[in-house]
């Protein structure tokens, strides 16, 4: 009996033993009052947890000061730039150096003017609203740097732009597509355009030929320059908050002789072109209507063209940069008077005129979304040599 009582209690201790282990081992670990690092040299208590918290804490970014003298217009995409980190990327990344001259359209209150004056030999900015002008001509003014500093009140797209090296700027989401029509199809001859864009209007500029979002002003851009992504700006980034993302992008004019096309011309094809994107070629013109705009302005073309006389037989190179991006009406219905009663007798070969272009280069089953600029500009080619011509 004495015996079995014995191992009735090894087992019992065993077990108490066990279950305490575990549940102390579950308990979350204090340090004892007499833990060698739970007081400082001078006997003072170490709260760790405090310690260790504090230790995970980050230092809030400083923005750039705003002080609300006036009141900013979100329809006039009038959003500032006020993270200085961001600020100081966007000049570094557009290369700017001690000898260029920098053009800066919308320059604000001048968050990124400052920065740019800092690297810039000079630089010229066009601001639209005389209230933004004053505040950055006075901020400009107290660093002492407003003799390097031209500012020009007006419209970006309707005033005409000094001699630039560098334009860098955060753009009003509203003229994004008329300014980079005017850079890079006006008389501005520049190394690079840095500009901040609607992420949306962005990706739509960096699209290839058989993306989902590929697109006119693409294929427009792509024509003369290069694009280059350089990074993504949250919209929590600027004030007043946006509804929309940014993006940094680079534009970069290519060197060389520019390409051997009309550009009024090229618009207006690519406009007729990508208005149904992913009809084919064969679709796009057997369409009744667009078959006689066509007529009529190649009919008007050629008599212009006799009229002429001895000339090179080359249109005016006039373009519209508010018809550089696929979101205005029809050029073809602005420049040319409908006339009733055309006469289908002269209609339909010119039709099937058309379609034997298309044919002939293998194109009548093609979508304009996936061509290539080198396509489209063989198809112009292709129509233009028969007589087709679309401004």
Request: proline share 6%.
């Amino acid at each position: 009996m004495k015996q079995r009582l014995e191992i009735l209690h090894r087992r019992f201790s065993k077990a108490v033993s066990s279950h305490s282990l575990l549940y102390f081992s579950t308990r979350p670990c204090r340090f004892p009052d007499t833990h060698p690092n739970h007081h400082d040299d001078n006997g003072n208590k170490i709260d760790h947890r405090i310690q260790y918290d504090n230790k995970k804490k980050k230092n809030p970014i400083t923005r750039e000061p705003w002080d609300r003298s006036f009141q900013l217009h979100k329809p006039r995409g009038q959003h500032l730039l006020t993270n200085p980190r961001i600020l100081d990327a966007i000049v570094r990344l557009a290369g700017v150096g001690p000898t260029d001259t920098v053009l800066e359209v919308g320059p604000g209150t001048g968050n990124l003017t400052v920065r740019l004056l800092a690297s810039a030999h000079r630089v010229v900015g066009i601001e639209v609203d005389h209230r933004m002008v004053d505040a950055l001509r006075r901020r400009i003014s107290d660093i002492g740097l407003d003799h390097r500093l031209d500012v020009i009140t007006g419209d970006a797209v309707k005033t005409q732009f000094p001699e630039f090296d560098l334009c860098v700027a955060n753009i009003p989401y509203g003229i994004s597509s008329p300014l980079i029509g005017k850079l890079l199809f006006g008389q501005c001859c520049f190394r690079s355009a840095t500009l901040l864009l609607q992420k949306e209007f962005a990706r739509r500029l960096l699209a290839m030929p058989g993306d989902s979002e590929y697109n006119r002003l693409a294929a427009n851009v792509r024509l003369v320059a290069d694009v280059e992504l350089l990074m993504d700006v949250s919209k929590k980034e600027f004030v007043p908050c946006p509804k929309v993302d940014s993006s940094l992008v680079r534009i970069r004019p290519r060197a060389g002789h520019p390409p051997p096309v009309d550009l009024a011309e090229w618009l207006a094809f690519t406009r007729t072109l990508f208005t149904k994107k992913n009809k084919t070629l064969g679709a796009i013109f057997k369409q009744k209507k667009k078959i006689a705009e066509l007529f009529e302005i190649s009919q008007i073309d050629s008599k212009g063209s006799r009229d002429a006389g001895e000339n090179d037989g080359s249109r005016s190179n006039i373009a519209r940069f508010d018809d550089f991006d696929d979101n205005h009406g029809d050029p073809m219905e602005i420049n040319v008077e409908e006339k009733e009663g055309v006469d289908a007798l002269e209609v339909g070969p010119f039709k099937e005129k058309i379609i034997r272009i298309l044919n002939s280069g293998g194109f009548g089953e093609k979508r304009p979304s996936k061509l290539s600029n080198e396509d489209l500009l063989h198809i112009l080619q292709l129509f233009n040599k028969e007589g087709v011509v679309f401004h």
